[in-house]
């Protein structure tokens, strides 16, 4: 079965612009996580998805954070008026099923700011 | 505020040496995960340990957690080179129907030949 996937793999965007990641969960995984990891952080939680309940976004770092989960499935990160310090890789995880404590990361994104 | 230490944080290693990675956590935490990380890659899943005294093993890994301690170990027997890469521990804690994952800092071990 597919792993999780995440779209697109690199942006590079100026800033001040908005941008959108997507995240592909595993199929049939309820949960859905957000973390960020850049050089001088490490890895941060930024929002976590359980089926229809409310996200948990105390991880997002400002209100130009948001994210939302249609259909309980694929995941958008939207960053709006990107700033230099949101340059990182945004990576997504999913769990589920028989083993539902295990976390699952997709491939990443990598958000360059200029 | 649950607080992941991870030790050392560089480690270089001489083939067929053993060596131990530690891994405290501050306060609670229900799951210790271990997980990899290849240079442009993503993590990959190496143990969860779930209860007090769980040792899992794989390959060249081997895993304990001692919750009294709030202490998890990762133990590499005769490093290879092929095990060059970051390793990260991190504690899930669950609360007010939310669930997440506190990493450490990683540890980057570089194994030469």
């Known amino acids: 079965g597919a792993g999780v996937s995440q779209s697109p793999s690199n942006k590079v965007t100026e800033k001040g612009k908005d941008v959108e990641l997507r995240c592909d969960p595993i199929?049939?995984?309820?949960?859905l996580y957000w973390y960020r990891q850049s050089l001088g952080q490490g890895l941060e939680f930024l929002i976590y998805f359980q089926g229809n309940s409310a996200p948990d976004k105390s991880g997002l770092p400002s209100d130009r954070f948001s994210a939302e989960r249609t259909g309980g499935s694929v995941s958008t990160l939207t960053i709006q008026r990107t700033q230099q310090e949101d340059s990182a890789v945004y990576l997504c995880?999913?769990?589920?099923?028989?083993?539902?404590?295990?976390?699952?990361f997709g491939p990443g994104t990598r958000l360059t700011v200029t | 505020e649950l607080k992941v230490e991870q030790n050392p944080l560089f480690l270089s290693m001489q083939e067929g040496k053993n060596y131990t990675i530690y891994c405290n956590y501050s306060?609670?935490?229900?799951?210790l995960y271990w997980y990899r990380q290849d240079p442009g890659k993503s993590l990959e899943s190496l143990f969860v340990l779930l209860s007090n005294g769980a040792v899992k093993q794989e390959g060249r890994l081997m895993a304990s957690l001692d919750t009294k301690a709030r202490l998890s170990t990762l133990h590499i027997t005769a490093a290879v080179h092929d095990l060059s890469a970051t390793y990260f521990c991190a504690a899930g804690y669950s609360g007010a129907g939310s669930y997440q994952l506190t990493f450490g800092k990683g540890t980057k071990l570089s194994v030469i030949p």
């Open positions: 199929s049939g995984h309820t949960a």
């Open positions: 995880a999913s769990s589920g099923g028989r083993l539902s404590y295990e976390q699952y």
């Open positions: 306060t609670t935490s229900d799951r």
